[in-house]
């Protein structure tokens, strides 16, 4: 059975080579995704470089600070940048439209920005050609230009009733045909496979993050080279089997995905960012206002603040009261600002799991989505990596009010200066890539969609394969 299923698929190879279209129309393939590759290669060198330059040169001016008032350097602020997984050459995902550094400040919860989506000119805003947009769109569509005629064309020839008439299982025969497509583009994805972990082999996670994406990508291929052979059996004619064909294409890895995409938006909307500011401010101005000493908040905490320490007044505590009310102030801000975020995170969750809920329909989107995850360029991936720049940035924040409080004395606050020591020990935790398991619910629905997008076309080259 084996070496059946070979020589067929070693007819079908011969055959699509004297052709010379299908095999122009692969090296045409081999040359975009080359191109692809060196330029997505480039694009994320480039990224690369200018967040370790502009890492570098925040590390380099924070340290070098003079003496200073600690409330100063907690507007001076710091930056932190997004860790990019290697694997982002294959899959940028979002990270061109979330932004890549982060302005750590007092009083503030900054989004990610320097984003080259906005900064692009007009004549820059067509997307990057990558591997991954080869695989998820290009490839599908040359397979459906080289194979259409596979099987019908033997029909319309007599070639097919020929070989069942001489003995040869319908099964076998569609196996075969399967196989000489499948196994030319797998090897492409193998070959690239193998190119990226030769440069990528050190990073975190790299062995499994590529073999997800891997064998994500296989089983997309492997469900396209089933639905070709499967419409082109079911065909009578060749028109009807290039139109039905493309009509899946267009459907799967078109329409499907951006109208899920835009009915997710309309049906569960974000706030911008000015209107999520505005309502912060609101809240804390009903919260208390520290710089009102009549606010009944800050009034009932300055009581509390010297019943603690059993003095009747500010200027008899041992300590420095503005740096106390820094501290309650930025707990109380960080609070409210926290409490957007996760309202704002709520809603791009329900988005995700609308779209999620109609992902059988589009096995591209599926495929898009376990990419993302790989590349660690998807949406929980940069959620985790926010959640991470603001834990670093109230410890620092919060450190540094603690300097105002226990070393600047309160009689002389605005002219005390404090020792830079003290800036070159604050907490900077490092940001670090978060681990691929952010995204297993993503991953998990994802090979769910592939699974079936296998089985299902399958089944019906199984059925269709026992008619001439």
């Not at 045909?177 to 496979?193: H, S, T, V």
Request: proline share 5%; hydrophobic share 50%.
């Amino acid at each position: 059975m084996i070496s059946l299923l070979w020589k067929i698929a070693c007819n079908e190879w011969r055959r699509l080579w004297h052709a010379r279209i299908p095999a122009l129309l692969l090296l045409v393939l081999m040359t975009l995704w080359a191109i692809a590759a060196l330029a997505a290669h480039h694009h994320w060198q480039d990224h690369a470089n200018t967040v370790a330059e502009v890492t570098a040169r925040s590390q380099h001016d924070w340290q070098a600070q003079p003496d200073r008032h600690p409330h100063r350097v907690s507007h001076y602020g710091d930056f932190v940048a997004k860790p990019v997984h290697p694997l982002s050459v294959i899959e940028p995902g979002i990270l061109d439209q979330s932004g890549h550094l982060v302005y750590l400040e007092a009083h503030r919860l900054n989004s990610a920005n320097f984003n080259p989506a906005t900064e692009a000119t007009s004549l820059g805003r067509f997307p990057l050609i990558t591997p991954a947009m080869i695989v998820q769109w290009w490839m599908p569509l040359f397979l459906i230009m080289i194979a259409y005629a596979t099987v019908t064309a033997d029909k319309i020839t007599g070639i097919l009733a020929f070989m069942r008439g001489n003995g040869t299982p319908g099964l076998a025969i569609a196996s075969g045909k399967w196989l000489a497509l499948f196994l030319p583009l797998f090897f492409l994805l193998c070959l690239q496979a193998v190119l990226t972990l030769v440069w990528s082999w050190q990073s975190e996670q790299a062995l499994l993050r590529l073999s997800i994406l891997v064998f994500s990508q296989a089983l997309y291929i492997a469900g396209w080279c089933l639905l070709v052979v499967a419409v082109s059996w079911f065909s009578k004619q060749l028109h009807a089997a290039l139109l039905t064909l493309l009509l899946c294409w267009v459907c799967i890895c078109i329409i499907f995905p951006r109208g899920l995409a835009n009915l997710a938006q309309v049906s569960y909307p974000t706030q911008p960012r000015a209107e999520a500011e505005y309502h912060a401010e609101l809240k804390l101005q009903s919260i208390g206002d520290s710089h009102n000493p009549n606010d009944p908040h800050f009034a009932a905490f300055k009581e509390n603040i010297l019943k603690k320490y059993h003095v009747s007044r500010v200027e008899d505590l041992p300590v420095n009261y503005h740096g106390i009310l820094m501290q309650e102030g930025e707990r109380l801000t960080t609070a409210v600002y926290r409490e957007q975020q996760v309202l704002h995170d709520a809603q791009l969750a329900k988005q995700n799991e609308s779209i999620r809920n109609w992902l059988w329909l589009t096995p591209s989107l599926a495929l898009q989505y376990i990419q993302m995850a790989s590349a660690g360029n998807d949406l929980p991936h940069h959620q985790a990596f926010i959640r991470q720049s603001e834990e670093r940035r109230y410890q620092l924040i919060q450190y540094l009010n603690q300097i105002h409080t226990f070393k600047v004395q309160q009689h002389d606050d605005k002219n005390t200066r404090v020792s830079a020591d003290f800036w070159k020990n604050a907490p900077r935790p490092q940001v670090n890539l978060p681990s691929i398991a952010v995204s297993r619910s993503s991953i998990a629905a994802g090979f769910l969609v592939l699974m079936g997008w296998v089985l299902l076309p399958g089944f019906l080259l199984f059925k269709v394969s026992h008619r001439i």
